[in-house]
């Protein structure tokens, strides 16, 4: 069984950057790989972005892509996700994900195994 705390969200303008953290219980963390899912209210869950289990490759989704950035340290078992030039329809739950051991960076939540509690973010206008 795997634990993901993530942190780091709040409310911040339109404009303003957040960076997110998850940090994960597993010693076999470095062997998985690890994404960020959002949910709005009323909206399905979307993916954001996900990171191989090396960090060697990374993939975004169109609508965060130069904005946001992740990245991961298997030493201190955590993911940060650096959001920047926010936007009021990036305010959503945000959850961080974590595959099996050996499993691949894809953009279903099916793919995923492990979710953490989500952390609010908030973007006002």
């Known amino acids: 069984q795997v634990q993901l705390v993530e942190s780091g969200g709040g409310l911040v303008q339109a404009g303003g950057s957040l960076r997110l953290s998850c940090v994960a219980s597993?010693?076999?963390?470095?062997?998985?790989?690890v994404a960020w899912f959002r949910q709005a209210p009323g909206k399905e869950r979307e993916f954001v972005t996900a990171?191989?289990?090396?960090?060697?490759?990374?993939k975004y989704a169109d609508s965060v892509k130069g904005r946001f950035t992740l990245s991961r340290d298997n030493a201190k078992n955590t993911v940060y996700l650096q959001m920047n030039s926010l936007k009021p329809e990036d305010t959503a739950v945000y959850y961080c994900a974590t595959t099996r051991p050996v499993g691949s960076a894809g953009t279903a939540p099916s793919e995923y195994a492990y979710w953490g509690q989500g952390t609010q973010v908030t973007v006002s206008s």
């Open positions: 990171v191989n289990w090396s960090g060697s490759s990374t």
């Open positions: 597993a010693s076999t963390f470095s062997t998985r790989a």
